[in-house]
């Protein structure tokens, strides 16, 4: 058995690096699995009924699900408190509905307002099996993409709930006043996306992630001003609070906040508490997310036993504009519909690339026989428009080469002069004006006369904390929903899904889902905030900001982050290595090192210090780059978003391991200083069969 | 009461008395136009109208109507600006640039206002208290017979260099009322709701428009005087 | 083509609410007129931080221009002197070698300033509690299909609808009046049939609202809309007015 898996190895690598480097490789994979199987008597598995997956056919889970579930009653819920940490799509749909319902909702969010969580920023749309195209589509095709999209990594029974209750989202938006594009007939518009044989995705211009923020948005203001949500903005959970009940089992009771302005650090009770706080992409410093995305609140859920799943699971968007210089803050992305009539490419010959590279000419200046358009020339049946994971790693994959089009070597072109020529200038700036506007004012070029330049970057993180059906965490009473959690995109998420999902969770689900939890609840009365498990919480989350406060060393948090950043993107980036991420854990030790000794932060902690918001998250996410590279490592086999060098084709395609890693990796904290325990879930695909994704032909 | 307490209210309050304010010019423009024309004729149009209006009942009460509405619009701009003042908060911002497409007559509405009822304040001592005023209390007010506006109006302007600079007074008079009219019409019709994405540029060019009708109503009679004033000093 | 600038930027500093703010001047060396606006602000940062220096507190987070969480008056113009951008939109290459660089917080009597250039716009969160939704709980609303909607009234309201509620609009008016705000929901709202059923009940609400929390009253400057980063337009207002004034005369 290992045999004939070293010999795929060895075929595999041969391509991609020398002779030398492929025996290394061999060597370091042989030994890890040696590892791997000494293990795997031990390791812990969780079964269908631990994840409660109803039972019955995939189409009938969640009917059967609502019917048998427990309920709250009108009265009991007034006397119920629930927190909600975070207000994007998710958090703030959650907030608003449970608050209809009649539960108390405390909501919190570090913004200085619920509207302006990253959901906002989503620009293409969002999916739904409406089939108002009339082109085939059904719940099922919508489950099969989703699940074909994410390379079979993924829950079945949920993902089967989320293109059941997809439909649901776009009539709950459309009511909310939530301005969809339409037809001129007055029906709704779709446009298609990629991974896609049909046009699903509703959308409002370029800004459908705002549209539908403001919409929960607006559902969340109701409740506030009808008294039921009681908003907190500019605070930010640092830890959650955990007390045992009469059974001695601990149960989420409460969450300690700081007051971002006062920089008070406060106590907050609630029956339940839910965590829709996003994704960790940020561990990248540069990335697509907003600056003050983060993944803190994921790890203060890991560390009370809150398993983290697939955290190496990271979608890298291939079409955002290239970093420009060191100090520069984030990722602009720029709509994947680009690539419906942009054709991709790097120059041929070597010297045009380092002309290029040395400002010398312009991409105009190459002639077309002189041009490499590698995506139509590697799959000719979906050319530029096969999914983010491939066409991100092939740009990748030419830069690497020595093929990258501007002055750092890492872009590519994307090139509207065909489409310009064909469809007129007039056809091209109506589709893309706004996109190519944008792409003027950071760049300060003209993308009409000069092809654009694109490259990768960190942009949705599928994987996340573990949840079972009910969007319960394996700590009772803790909740996850949104991009938080790892649920349904399995190992990458198609385009317009983040959105459903999110609304989904929020509207949809865990309204219900939480109600089974809580109706054990109902004679648990509202506890003091006093009570000694409060008390400690706030001292533990005290003293690490005093431990913090008292480093006051050489760096900044930024220069740090930065260094965070860049070895994730070199080491644990596109395409990793069993070596790269061994590598990857070395240097983040080191880096954690430097932070808790040689970090500074100004001013006082209790008063506004973004300085020290910043080195809270930052420890964070030290801890969750290097949980992605234990997992990036344990996964050895490429899926989706995550790449592993040693596992491809001949043709460097991905290749999947379904007989050793068809599961779910949740990781169990086990302390601060010792490695995380691997949990299985296996993926067992009961109504699925399993394909090789192929969009060469 | 809404019309006080709300923003909106208050900015009905406005836009109400500013169009009745505009509609009283363009008829009082009107008015002034016959004396050009009685001068070039020589008819007797203009002292036909004021016989017309006078010291009569209706006149009377159009005129108090008027006054009401002078006042009450004076009285809410001091509120408004008072109140948008305060507003702006305590700190000022320290560098403020023209913003694009902005008319600078827009944000200088209330000086402009005062300009306006300044000149206007010497305008009813030149002529209506002379006219309506001396006809009402029976008080001789000036050299001319109230009934014969024409005369009154010609002895103001044409009397030599008294009348030049009266003129020049009363053209700076009438080039602050064009800047008040050119923001003032669009902007009590916007008030008032009558704008949406296709007329709204319409509009500003109305009230442009409007205003340059009004006003422009005023300038000929002046400048005409002005114009048989120097023409008899030559 | 971008080259480097040495500037000079002067920032109002201010430690808290209640303290009494003042302009400081740092100069920056070899800025990149490719960088952002605020990417220069995290290199003054970083320099501050450097000299063991309190770093300057600003609202910012997705930089791509649409949460808007940033809020700077860069001279003389919400956002700074480019159109139809945010501040985090606004490149270095706007400027020249050697300028002096304004920077201030949004100014408003509803937008206290919190420290330096981060102020408090809670007041817009609490104008739209007060009416800027549409009354349906989740579950239970028709098919999206059901009602038809004429495109071009689909995407007015789009228009309007894309209001980030940054504030721009009362910063840049000189009577500090939320109208752009407010008249931008109202209108999207007035527009859809599904908003229409309430339209006279949420124009009354959030105007007074609106009143209520000391903003001024618009006088039709049309500097909200010259300033506004997603160039709202004043059309709204006309319509918010009209809105307003019928549900007035109704009652």
Redesign the interface.
């Known amino acids: 058995m290992a045999t004939k898996k070293d010999t795929k190895v060895a075929t595999t690598t041969k391509k991609v690096a020398a002779a030398k480097k492929a025996t290394t490789t061999k060597k370091a994979t042989a030994t890890k699995k040696v590892a791997a199987t000494k293990k795997v008597a031990d390791v812990k598995v969780i079964t269908p009924e631990m994840a409660k997956i109803p039972a019955g056919p995939l189409a009938e889970k969640w009917t059967n699900y609502k019917d048998h579930q427990k309920l709250v009653n009108p009265a009991n819920k007034r006397r119920l408190d629930v927190i909600v940490v975070g207000t994007g799509l998710a958090g703030a749909?959650a907030a608003?509905?449970l608050a209809?319902l009649g539960f108390n909702v405390l909501n919190f969010c570090i913004?200085?307002?619920?509207?302006?969580?990253?959901s906002?920023?989503a620009q293409g749309g969002i999916n739904a099996a409406?089939n108002?195209q009339n082109d085939g589509d059904s719940v099922y095709r919508l489950y099969y993409d989703t699940i074909k999209g994410g390379d079979y990594r993924a829950r079945e029974a949920n993902v089967y709930r989320l293109a059941e209750v997809s439909n649901?989202i776009?009539?709950?938006?459309?009511?909310?006043?939530?301005?969809?594009?339409?037809?001129?007939?007055?029906?709704?518009d779709n446009r298609s996306f990629g991974g896609a044989q049909v046009s699903r995705t509703f959308y409002?211009?370029g800004?459908t992630?705002?549209?539908l923020l403001?919409g929960a948005?607006?559902?969340l203001?109701?409740q506030?001003?009808k008294g039921k949500v009681k908003?907190y903005?500019r605070y930010e959970m640092l830890d959650i609070v955990m007390i045992k009940d009469e059974n001695g089992e601990e149960r989420a009771r409460g969450i300690i906040a700081r007051n971002l302005?006062t920089g008070r650090i406060e106590r907050f009770f609630g029956h339940a508490v839910v965590i829709a706080s996003g994704g960790y992409g940020n561990t990248f410093f540069l990335s697509?997310n907003?600056?003050?995305s983060n993944g803190s609140a994921a790890m203060q859920m890991y560390r009370h036993g809150a398993y983290f799943a697939n955290p190496c699971y990271a979608q890298i968007h291939p079409t955002c504009i290239p970093k420009?210089?060191d100090?520069?803050?984030?990722l602009?992305?720029m709509s994947e519909s680009l690539r419906n009539d942009g054709r991709i490419w790097v120059p041929k010959k070597l010297e045009d690339a380092k002309k290029l590279q040395a400002g010398e000419i312009k991409g105009r200046d190459i002639p077309e026989e002189d041009r490499d358009y590698y995506l139509e020339r590697r799959y000719p049946a979906f050319g530029n428009l096969v999914p983010r994971d491939v066409a991100s790693r092939a740009a990748k994959e030419r830069c690497d080469k020595g093929y990258g089009v501007n002055n750092t070597g890492l872009a590519v072109f994307l090139d509207f002069s065909e489409a310009i020529q064909r469809l007129g200038k007039d056809v091209v700036a109506q589709k893309y004006g706004n996109l190519f506007q944008?792409y003027e004012?950071?760049?300060?070029e003209n993308p009409y006369e000069n092809p654009m330049m694109i490259f990768p970057a960190i942009h949705y993180t599928m994987g996340g904390i573990w949840v079972d059906y009910e969007l319960q965490t394996s700590v009772k009473g803790l909740f996850c929903i949104g991009e938080a959690n790892f649920s349904d995109h399995g190992a990458n998420r198609l385009g317009a899904s983040a959105l459903m999902q999110g609304l989904a969770d929020g509207?949809?689900v865990l309204?219900y889902t939480i109600q089974n939890y809580l109706s054990d609840q109902i004679g648990v009365p509202r506890m003091s905030t006093d009570l000694p498990e409060f008390a400690e919480a706030e001292k533990n989350v005290n003293d690490k900001i005093a431990r913090l406060m008292a480093i006051q060393g050489q760096r900044?948090v930024?220069?740090i982050h930065k260094e965070l950043g860049l070895i994730m993107w070199d080491f644990v980036g596109m395409g990793r290595t069993a070596e790269s991420l061994k590598t990857a854990i070395k240097k983040i030790d080191a880096l954690k090192k430097e932070f808790w000794s040689n970090v500074?932060i100004?001013?006082e902690a209790n008063?506004?210090n973004?300085?020290l918001e910043k080195a809270l998250r930052l420890s964070d996410f030290i801890e969750i780059g290097r949980l992605m590279a234990i997992d990036a490592l344990n996964r050895e086999e490429s899926c989706g978003g995550h790449f592993r060098e040693e596992y491809q084709t001949e043709e460097g395609e991905a290749l999947r391991q379904d007989d050793k890693f068809s599961y779910v990796a949740c990781w169990k904290y086990t302390g601060e200083d010792s490695e995380p325990e691997l949990i299985k879930e296996p993926l067992d695909y009961e109504f699925t069969e399993r394909k090789t994704r192929n969009y060469k032909a | 009461m809404w019309l006080k307490d709300s923003s909106i209210g208050r900015k009905f309050i406005m836009s109400i008395t500013g169009l009745f304010l505009v509609l009283f010019l363009l008829f009082h423009g009107s008015m002034n136009l016959c004396l050009v024309i009685d001068d070039i004729f020589g008819t007797q149009g203009y002292n036909w109208i004021c016989a017309m209006l006078g010291a009569n009942w209706y006149a009377i009460i159009g005129t108090l109507v008027l006054a009401l509405g002078v006042v009450v619009h004076f009285c809410y701009a001091i509120y408004l600006t008072i109140q948008n003042r305060a507003a702006r908060g305590t700190d000022r911002y320290a560098m403020e640039a023209r913003q694009e497409g902005v008319q600078w007559a827009s944000k200088n509405m209330l000086v402009l206002g005062i300009i306006v009822i300044g000149f206007l304040v010497l305008h009813l001592y030149n002529f209506w208290y002379k006219m309506q005023f001396a006809e009402l209390t029976g008080v001789e007010t000036s050299m001319f017979d109230p009934q014969d506006g024409s005369a009154i109006v010609k002895g103001l302007f044409t009397n030599g260099v008294c009348g030049i600079i009266y003129c020049l007074l009363y053209l700076v008079w009438l080039v602050a009322l064009w800047f008040h009219l050119s923001h003032g019409v669009w902007s009590a019709l916007q008030t008032l709701g009558w704008s949406n994405l296709i007329w709204l540029k319409r509009i500003k060019v109305i009230g442009v428009i409007f205003a340059t009708i009004a006003v422009g109503l005023f300038m000929v009679v002046t400048v005409y005087f002005l114009g048989v004033n120097i023409g008899s000093m030559m | 083509m971008?080259s480097y600038i040495n500037i000079k930027v002067r920032v109002w500093r201010q430690a808290?609410p209640k303290a009494q703010g003042h302009f400081e001047t740092y100069e920056l060396k070899h800025i990149?007129q490719?960088?952002?606006f605020?990417?220069m602000i995290?290199?003054l940062n970083?320099q501050?931080?450097?000299e063991?220096?309190?770093?300057i507190?600003f609202?910012?987070?997705?930089?791509?221009?649409?949460?808007?969480?940033c809020s700077m008056y860069v001279n003389g113009h919400p956002h700074g002197p480019?159109s139809a951008?945010t501040t985090c939109?606004l490149?270095m290459?706007h400027f020249h070698d050697g300028e002096t660089i304004t920077v201030e917080p949004w100014r408003s009597r509803a937008f206290p300033v919190?420290?330096d250039l981060?102020v408090?716009?809670?007041a817009?969160?609490k104008i739209?509690?007060?009416?800027?939704?549409?009354?349906?709980?989740?579950?239970g609303?028709?098919?999206?299909?059901a009602?038809?909607?004429?495109?071009p009234v689909?995407?007015e309201?789009?228009d309007a609808?894309?209001c980030?509620?940054c504030g721009a609009c009362a910063a840049a008016c000189k009577n500090g009046s939320a109208m752009l705000f407010v008249s931008a929901k109202v209108s999207?709202?007035a527009l859809?049939p599904?908003?229409k059923i309430e339209a006279a009940k949420r124009a009354k609400a959030m105007v007074a609202k609106m009143d209520e929390l000391g903003f001024g009253n618009c006088t039709n400057t049309g500097a909200c809309a010259a300033e506004c980063p997603k160039s709202v337009s004043l059309a709204n207002i006309a319509r918010l007015n009209r809105e307003f004034l019928c549900a007035k005369f109704q009652d």
């Open positions: 749909s608003a509905t209809e913004q200085d307002s619920p509207r302006r969580a990253h906002i920023a409406k108002y649901n776009i009539d709950q938006c459309v009511a909310q006043g939530v301005p969809f594009a339409r037809e001129y007939g007055g029906l709704l409002a211009k800004q992630g705002q549209q403001l948005y607006s559902a203001s109701r506030i001003g908003m903005t302005v697509t907003a600056m003050a420009h210089g100090f520069q803050s984030k602009t992305l944008m004012k950071i760049v300060d509207y949809f309204p900044s930024d220069s500074y100004p001013g008063s506004l973004n300085e | 971008d808290g990149f490719g960088a952002s605020l990417e995290d290199i970083e501050l931080i450097a063991k220096k309190d770093p507190a609202d910012h987070d997705c930089r791509e221009g649409i949460c808007g969480m480019d951008i939109q490149h290459r919190i420290k981060m408090d716009r809670q817009y969160d739209m509690q007060a009416g800027g939704f549409v009354s349906v709980n989740t579950g609303v028709p098919d999206a299909n009602i038809a909607i004429p495109k689909a995407d309201a789009m609808a894309s980030i509620g999207q709202l859809l599904q908003g």
